[in-house]
């Protein structure tokens, strides 16, 4: 795991002081090693290391052998988390000077060892036991169609400079950054914004529209746009490629992966049964490290399911040294699974660590916290995964398996039921239909009307309109009466037909692609590599191809999940119906001891974006809130975080 940067077509800004000042800001991602690579015309390449690389590591690659008559202005800096090849043979920039390759790569590619297996037998030779030295002679052999191969969480670029040409590659879903912004003569690549904003040529300019609809609804990442109108980040499974041999700084953005659901028409428990298998060898893949790997537990189906898959794993395999767990836990038993988790670690024999994040602590890292960010976020549970790494860093381990990416998947979280209804309703499974309306009269006490006359409207047009209660009608807005000037726009303004479309809204667009960027910030900010056996693109692709009752099922979300994990997990867990997540008492800190820290954190708001903000409108909701008199919500933590980022990045 890393941090990676690339300048293209500015000589000036290729000077050492300009690169080492883009990767410094982003030491956290790699303190192990720090590379550079400079190219430009009319001197020879050069390639230095930093402060922070090993003196064994130092002058390790020879690089006399490049071709010193290229007109590229081209510049590589990298931060190296060391995981896989701890030896100086895992030095980044990495060349294959054989292939005419420089490679900087933040990331894993789990499966290296069966695709190196396969490169020996073409005759390929390796001389490290790194994963990026196999990215190189893959790319070599097959070209940018080895990304079909690579299972795992990647961004890179890549100069080919016999053919002239950089890459910027994103894995599958986006799981690792890449940015890129064009200024007045370069091109940027990094993996975060601030690297970005080193530039002398850089000036921040708010996006407006992107704002506004944050402050409305909490939504971010939802686009490759950013909070800053001219900074993009590379869209999941595509690539961007520049053509070195021309002057001017245009590229070019190819997709590269298209998710196509295999569809399952098997039984619901043989379904039960591959799916098991998959997430196992997911896990299993995720194991593989030169470091100790421990595991994030909450206590909720996904991460005990990580937690004792892998428990398993390490025994069949002779290691019954027990894993190293990290659970975020308050006083307040509303928002404690601390209870949950020791069922778990009972049965794993799992060496458990714990946190407990306070408003104090929230209160005195949050301008570290939003600078590790880089953008806003929609409310303070990202801040408890934020606590929960750093005291992972602290405990001393540097790798975590995490349980991100399932309830997307697995209609876990609410607003599923809609599509759900409606895709029975659209493939006239009535019988279904009925079942799943009796099971939710069984858990609510009523039967769920509102969501029937939706799904009735959905598949039959907008005469039933008028039968939709208003609360469930689809809007094309989203109405905020103290936001001002133009409406925030709803991003999810066409209702979903059907669970599939609806899990894969959830993937691409809100809430997975936000909660990705969360993930990846927190955990490097602290040094620590995070990985999601749940966004392996094989079970992704098979989950998305079941039945829509193999995964809500008479009103139980995570359906296939549950019996998969069945014997696997403890009972108590496997038949949790309540959904938290990474949760604080953002409710009791609003209306208790951060009352004045939001009020005055409003208020610079308010002050500093009258051209967005009705302040009194704003401030009379915010009260309701704090009273009471309206039920509570995040508006109060998005406008004060807003405000608190823009004076972090801006300066002010």
Known sequence: MCGILAIINNTKLLASKNLTSAASVIRHRGPDDEGFLTWVPGEEPEIWTGDDTAASTRNHWKYNDLPADKLFKVGFGHRRLSILDLSPMGYQPMLYPKAGLAISFNGEVYNYLEIKEELLKLGHQ?????????????????????????????SFVILDYHEKKLYAVRDRFGVKPLYYYKGANAIYLASEIKQIRTSPDYKFELNEPLSRQFLATGVTDHTEDTFDTN?????GGHYLTIDLSLSSSEYEITKWYTLSPKKWTGSFDSAAEKFKQILTDAVALRLRSDVKVGSCLSGGLDSSSIVCLAAELLKAKGDFVGQETMTACYDIAKYDEWGFAQEVIKQTSAHAHRTF?????????????????DEPVGGTSVFSQWAVFKATHEAGLK???????????????????????SGLLQKFQLGSLFDEAQSYKKEK????????????????????????????RIKETETVDWLRGTEPGNIHKNVARNL????????YEAPLPAFLRYEDRNSMAWSVESRTPFMDYRLVEFTLGLPERYVYRSGVRKAVLRKAMHGVIPEAIENRKDKMGFVTPEEIWLKGEGKEWFLNAIDYT??????????????????????????????????????????????G
Not at 358 to 366: D, G, H, K, P, Y
Not at 447 to 472: D, E, H, I, S, V
Request: with cysteine.
């Open 500 to 507: 599939q479309g609806n899990l894969l809204r959830q993937i």
């Open 126 to 154: 390796f001389v490290s036991t790194s994963d990026t030295e196999v990215i190189l002679h893959a790319w070599e052999e097959w070209g940018a169609e080895c990304l079909q191969d690579f299972n795992g969480m990647f």
């Open 445 to 472: 006490g009523n039967w769920p009307y509102g969501f029937l006359l939706g799904a009735l409207q959905l598949n039959a047009g907008k005469r039933f309109q008028g039968l939709l209660p208003q609360r469930l």
């Open 399 to 421: 790798v975590m398996i995490d349980g991100q990416g399932a309830d997307e998947q697995l209609a876990g979280y609410g607003g599923n039921d809609l599509p759900f209804y």
């Open 231 to 235: 900074i993009k980040q590379l869209p």
């Open 357 to 373: 994040p306070s408003f104090a602590q929230l209160e005195n890292e949050l301008d570290a916290f939003f600078k590790h960010q």
């Open 606 to 651: 308010c002050k500093e974006f009258k051209n967005m903000i009705n302040e009194d409108l704003l401030k009379k909701h915010v009260d309701d809130i704090m009273s009471g008199r309206e039920e509570f919500s995040f508006v109060p933590w998005r406008v004060a975080a807003f405000g608190i980022w823009h004076r972090n990045i801006s300066g």
